[in-house]
């Protein structure tokens, strides 16, 4: 089965510190993803990536930076974090011509005070 | 990618069939219809997918409209477990880097 795994479940974070949500996928999968996900908002896209070294700007880039150094990894950089950004953060994987089958991990829930 | 209506809520018995409407009538010719379910405190989780033709899996059955402007999601013996909010996604596959865009989805709640 294919795994992701997120490096924290649950964090919590002061305003203005930096922070890394990192990813990692076992399948081989070139795509990853991530998205953040908010009551009555649903999930949003934040950056995407289909190869090492290549992001996307999805729907709501600004705040975040992202990383993606080897094929199974992908990081999620909030610069210096705000209360607005306190969230769940989801990260997904898929294979090259399965942009529709994702797979995603268990989510980190990110509270910043 | 065309977009999709669902009802925001559902209930279903236990050990029913429970029967998840989706509206995408302005999808296009090229455009699949992808079901995900996320249950509480989890990643969603990809379901089924399908083109024109009924397609079934070991999770669920998926009914598409002859005229593809609205498919069914069933899930023909529907368990406490099965209690999540379930999402219908259209979008154009295998071509182009567009990932998906999820909407609100419908929440089923599954009774006892």
């Known amino acids: 089965d294919v795994k992701v795994t997120q490096s924290s479940r649950y964090l919590v974070k002061r305003t203005g510190e930096k922070v890394f949500l990192e990813c990692v996928q076992d399948?081989?999968?070139?795509?990853m993803f991530w998205y953040r996900q908010d009551p009555g908002l649903g999930l949003r896209l934040i950056y995407f990536?289909?190869?090492?070294?290549?992001?996307e700007k999805g729907d709501i880039p600004e705040g975040y930076s992202v990383s993606r150094e080897k094929k199974e990894r992908f990081s999620l950089i909030l610069e210096s974090a705000s209360t607005n950004q306190t969230s769940m953060y989801l990260c997904a994987s898929s294979t090259m011509r399965g942009f529709g089958e994702l797979f995603f991990g268990e989510g980190s829930r990110l509270t910043v005070l | 990618d065309a977009k999709t209506t669902q009802p925001p809520s559902m209930d279903c018995a236990e050990g029913r069939a429970a029967n998840l409407p989706c509206n995408h009538s302005?999808?296009?010719?090229?455009?699949?219809v992808y079901w995900y379910r996320q249950i509480h405190s989890q990643g969603p989780q990809y379901i089924i997918h399908?083109?024109?033709n009924n397609e079934t899996n070991e999770m669920a059955s998926l009914i598409i409209t002859e005229d593809r402007k609205s498919s069914t999601l069933i899930l023909p013996h529907a368990t406490l477990r099965d209690t999540a909010v379930y999402y219908c996604?259209?979008?154009?596959?295998?071509?182009?880097?567009?990932?998906?865009?999820f909407g609100k989805g419908t929440r089923l709640s599954v009774i006892a």
């Open positions: 990536s289909y190869d090492v070294k290549m992001k």
């Open positions: 302005t999808i296009s010719g090229n455009e699949y």
């Open positions: 399908g083109l024109k």
């Open positions: 399948m081989d999968h070139e795509n």
């Open positions: 996604i259209v979008r154009v596959a295998m071509t182009g880097n567009t990932p998906l865009v």
